[in-house]
T-cell receptor, first 114, second 110 residues
Framework: RKEVEQDPGPFNVPEGATVAFNCTYS??????FFWYRQDCRKEPKLLMS???SGNEDGRFTAQLNRASQYISLLIRDSKLSDSATYLC???????????????FGTGTLLAVQP | DAGVTQSPTHLIKTRGQQVTLRCSPK?????VSWYQQALGQGPQFIFQ???????QRGNFPDRFSGHQFPNYSSELNVNALLLGDSALYLC?????????FGQGTRLTVV
């Protein structure tokens, strides 16, 4: 079983749509949680951190459910520029700090259509 | 302020050869991690260097080795290349907080 599992998609949505991505992780001791965005043939870039209390950044909302080991990302009012691969990322427990290794899911491809 | 820089950007090697990839971290960052990203997959952690020592290692064979220099820059070496080593190799640097990635080196083994 993979440590971080995501639906690879692709998700094809029209502009203005709301789209939700889900992710599960297998290690209950996982410490930190993130969503990264990766454009085609580019490097991953941090989109947002994910907290149990939920956090929002403009049109993006992320949520963590530790009991279910489940992470979500909601994108409202999709723009053409949101087209990218969204990577769910966790850090394992037991080492600590932001310098811990990142464990990536396979990524979910989003294509926003005009 | 330059971000994370990697060289070369593209590389073609023959099976059995050896390759060295280079990474310069973002200014002020002292920790460098390397990742391998195969087509259609998420990046996989190879190893992490801090204070010139390998601090953590992922599930990669000994053919993958690295080094960190006193100026915090790093090299990734891969010996006895296999076709399956073809991938995008990403370097990420951190101090505390967010990890910043370089643009990657795209390695093709033929």
């Amino acid at each position: 079983r993979k440590e971080v599992e995501q639906d690879p998609g692709p998700f094809n949505v029209p502009e203005g749509a709301t789209v939700a991505f889900n992710c599960t992780y297998s290690n209950s001791a996982s410490q930190s949680f993130f969503w990264y965005r990766q454009d085609c043939r580019k490097e991953p870039k941090l989109l947002m951190s994910v907290y149990s209390s939920g956090n929002e950044d403009g049109r993006f909302t992320a949520q963590l459910n530790r009991a279910s080991q489940y992470i979500s990302l909601l994108i409202r009012d999709s723009k053409l520029s949101d087209s990218a691969t969204y990577l769910c990322v966790v850090t394992p427990g037991g080492y600590g700090g932001a310098t811990n290794k990142l464990i990536f899911g396979t990524g979910t491809l989003l294509a926003v259509q005009p | 302020d330059a971000g994370v820089t990697q060289s070369p950007t593209h590389l073609i090697k023959t099976r059995g050869q050896q390759v060295t990839l280079r990474c310069s971290p973002k200014s002020g960052h002292d920790t460098v991690s390397w990742y391998q990203q195969a087509l259609g997959q998420g990046p996989q952690f190879i190893f992490q260097y801090y204070e010139e020592e390998e601090r953590q290692r992922g599930n990669f064979p000994d053919r993958f080795s690295g080094h960190q220099f006193p100026n915090y820059s790093s090299e990734l070496n891969v010996n006895a290349l296999l076709l399956g080593d073809s991938a995008l190799y990403l370097c990420a640097s951190t101090k505390t907080g967010e990890a910043f990635f370089g643009q990657g080196t795209r390695l093709t083994v033929v």
